[in-house]
């Protein structure tokens, strides 16, 4: 049972390049969900989805997509990385909103 | 804007010590959460509560409902648990019940 995988765990993208990080559980977790750490800041959530098919924004969307075909996978695309996408990314499973939340061990991203 | 507040920021103290970080949230919340993130970055959950009290070790986190309050203890801390401890709240009405984080309470426990 490994939980939260997620990849890859160091990234360095130029300006204007495209990535996919990736996460997978094996828990069957429905609730799936990703967010950005920054210095000084509390996480912030960036998609999340309440089960496969189904995805929804949080509080800061813009310039990622995610997708849900399965209800393992739910890997977070950045379309055209920009210097304010330097982060530390987690991916994150529960068997439902707001319960006890497991967590990929983070993805920390640069964007020179 | 429903906000977490934590207090403090930082925290040092000596080994044996007991420790106590505070959290604070604005509207009715459906559960809080207490994590630890440790110096290599990964999160773990430590509690999640709605009411009550709770205790894993060491560890004890309470929650005070009508004050909007809570607080994880350490009780005799150690090196070992140094580490950055967030707070999280669940709101009732929020969007599909996501988490609310705080900005975390950074600890050094010195030996």
């Known amino acids: 049972n490994a939980g939260v995988t997620q990849t890859p765990k160091f990234q360095v993208l130029k300006t204007g390049q495209s990535m996919t990080l990736q996460c997978a559980q094996d828990m069957n977790h429905e609730y799936m969900s990703w967010y950005r750490q920054d210095p000084g800041m509390g996480l912030r959530l960036i998609h999340y989805?309440?089960?496969?098919?189904?995805?929804d924004q949080g509080e800061v969307p813009n310039g990622y997509n995610v997708s849900r075909s399965t209800t393992e996978d739910f890997p977070l695309r950045l379309l055209s990385a920009a210097p304010s996408q330097t982060s530390v990314y987690f991916c994150?499973?529960?068997?439902?909103?707001?319960?006890?939340?497991?967590f990929g061990q983070g993805t920390r991203l640069t964007v020179v | 804007k429903n906000e977490v507040e934590q207090s403090p920021q930082n925290l040092t103290a000596q080994e044996g010590e007991f420790i106590t970080i505070n959290c604070s949230y604005s509207?009715?919340?459906?559960?809080l959460h207490w994590l630890q993130q440790h110096p290599g970055g990964g999160i773990v959950s430590l509690f999640m509560?709605?009411?009550g009290k709770k205790k894993h070790g060491r560890l004890i986190a309470t929650i005070n409902i009508q004050e909007k309050h809570s607080s994880l203890h350490i009780t005799a801390s150690h090196p070992r648990d140094s580490a950055v401890y967030i707070c999280?709240?669940?709101?009732?009405?929020?969007?599909?019940?996501?988490?609310?984080f705080g900005k975390g309470t950074k600890l050094s426990v010195k030996p």
């Open positions: 994150a499973s529960s068997l439902g909103v707001g319960l006890r939340a497991f």
């Open positions: 989805s309440v089960g496969a098919g189904i995805t």
């Open positions: 509560l709605s009411s």
């Open positions: 509207v009715g919340i459906s559960a």
């Open positions: 999280a709240v669940t709101y009732y009405g929020g969007s599909q019940g996501n988490l609310i």
